[in-house]
């Protein structure tokens, strides 16, 4: 007992709930935080742009995200989209990314960076990947 309690304590990756509610979401996780996101529209249709709404939670013992960036690129061609997103913050760990467009069928990364403490250290970077057809 008191051995599991010092192993709970010394944790600093305690999971948390990123909360984004009205729908479906996808979850990602880092070290330090949880990712819930979802794009508007569900079905992303090849050369139209959509919008990618998102909330963070940082687990126990990381820093509360100052901002986060959006992007998305092609690894296996090696070349990114054709727009830059612009990132809002909804307050409350809530993020709504415009601008996105994905221009090929194939598959995409998404790359969620999250940024601490202004400059210093580097973002922490989430990816996940999606293939469209
Ligand atoms: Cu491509």
Not at 9 to 34: D, F, H, R, V
Not at 38 to 56: C, D, M, N, S
């Amino acid at each position: 007992m008191r051995v599991l309690l010092l192993m709970l304590l010394s944790s600093t990756t305690w999971a948390c709930m990123p909360e984004l509610p009205g729908g479906k979401a996808q979850i990602i996780e880092s070290a330090k935080y949880a990712l819930a996101y979802r794009t508007q529209p569900e079905k992303i249709v090849i050369g139209q742009h959509f919008v990618v709404e998102l909330a963070l939670c940082a687990k126990a013992g990381a820093a509360v995200p100052d901002s986060v960036r959006v992007d998305a690129h092609m690894p296996e061609h090696r070349h990114g989209m054709n727009y830059k997103t612009k990132v809002t913050s909804n307050g409350d760990g809530k993020y709504r990314a415009e601008g996105l467009m994905f221009h090929m069928p194939g598959r995409w990364e998404y790359i969620f960076e999250v940024r601490t403490g202004g400059t210093a250290g580097a973002p922490e970077r989430m990816t996940t990947s999606v293939v469209l057809q």
